[in-house]
Nanobody, 114 residues
Framework: QVPVVESGGGWVQPGESLSLSCAPSDKRFKIYNFAWYRQAPGQERELVASITGDGRTYYADSVKGRFTISRDNAKNTMYLQMNSLKPDDAAVYYC????????WGKGTLVTISS
């Protein structure tokens, strides 16, 4: 069983929005801290945002004020609303626990260009 499945990526122009979803298969999801990570070509994977089981959030400075992380424990799903996207946000986005303990999924590609 694939530990996590990310979806929602696509191509957008700068300034537009995308919403990503993550569906971990682990039924203990609601007690884990979970996070979105991203990896751009030639760069290391970086933490974008995280959320605790009870909803406390953390954001990297680069996305603060533009991205919103949320979760629905009843649906075993986590979300990332990305607004005002910039070319630097282009990457493959992954979800995992924080710290990352699950096998990485395939991610979802976000492409930003005009």
């Amino acid at each position: 069983q694939v530990p996590v499945v990310e979806s929602g990526g696509g191509w957008v122009q700068p300034g537009e929005s995308l919403s990503l979803s993550c569906a971990p298969s682990d039924k203990r999801f609601k007690i884990y801290n979970f996070a979105w990570y991203r990896q751009a070509p030639g760069q290391e994977r970086e933490l974008v945002a995280s959320i605790t089981g009870d909803g406390r959030t953390y954001y990297a400075d680069s996305v603060k004020g533009r991205f919103t992380i949320s979760r629905d424990n009843a649906k075993n799903t986590m979300y990332l609303q990305m607004n005002s996207l910039k070319p630097d946000d282009a990457a493959v986005y992954y979800c995992n626990s924080r710290p990352a303990r699950l096998d990485w999924g395939k991610g979802t590609l976000v492409t930003i260009s005009s």
